[in-house]
């Protein structure tokens, strides 16, 4: 046993297992990332000098990765910026709607209140804009684990515009996404910055669509995506 052995010896090795405890909260936290890198790769290019910078916190380790995305904007300088960009940023709204509350639904009985009430969205539900379709590139690198990567090709990206998500926790806590219109992601995200359903209205140009407006309206009510502002 360790016992037996100098004390700095028990140091580093303790040392050791806990940086690995730290690198393996980061490998589930962000495994879009973690398969593009491999182990090596991601402890020395992204790990490493994130931890430095952020060190946890506490002991508990359920916040270590909190401002991994934060700290990938302003500081990995790959060539690849824009994809591990992307990456962190899906990988971490999947990991947070596991973990958000839920509000109660809001009282669809008045309708002509609920336009002027102030609302926003579930802690549940995550609005994405992305560079190209990551969602389908997430499900098809998750479908293998990390060394099946090592050499097989990645998966083929569809990219050239950006595509606009919903993410949401559906029904037995499983991950839901939807594409949205550039108009329908606009709406949501006016709700999001706290204005109510007719200012949010006025905000997107909506020249053409109001029924579909009135539509989606409904759906996302029924969806449980919004709720009154507390």
Not at 142 to 154: I, V
């Amino acid at each position: 046993g360790t016992d037996s052995l100098p004390a700095w010896q028990r140091m580093e090795i303790y040392s050791q297992s806990y940086w690995r405890r730290l690198f393996g909260v980061l490998h589930e936290e962000f495994p879009m990332l973690y398969r593009l890198f491999g182990q090596e790769g991601f402890d020395r290019l992204l790990a490493v000098p994130y931890i430095v910078r952020y060190p946890p916190a506490s002991w508990s380790l359920s916040r270590l990765a909190t401002h991994f995305t934060k700290w990938v904007d302003a500081e990995y300088q790959g060539d690849d910026n824009v994809l591990v960009q992307a990456c962190a940023d899906l990988d971490w709204a999947c990991r947070e709607i596991f973990v958000a509350q839920e509000h109660p639904r809001p009282d669809l009985s008045n309708g002509e209140a609920l336009l002027a009430q102030k609302i926003a969205l579930q802690p549940f539900v995550k609005l994405l804009e992305l560079p190209g379709h990551y969602l389908h590139f997430r499900k098809a690198l998750l479908e293998h684990p990390p060394e099946y990567w090592h050499e097989a090709d990645f998966p083929k990206l569809e990219k050239g515009r950006l595509f606009y998500f919903v993410l949401y926790r559906g029904g037995s806590c499983a991950l839901e996404w939807q594409e949205l219109s550039h108009e329908a992601y606009l709406l949501l995200r006016a709700i999001e910055e706290g204005y109510t359903i007719d200012e949010a209205c006025d905000r997107v140009t909506l020249d053409g669509i109001e029924e579909q407006v009135a539509f989606w309206l409904q759906e996302w009510l029924i969806r449980n995506w919004l709720h009154f502002q507390l």
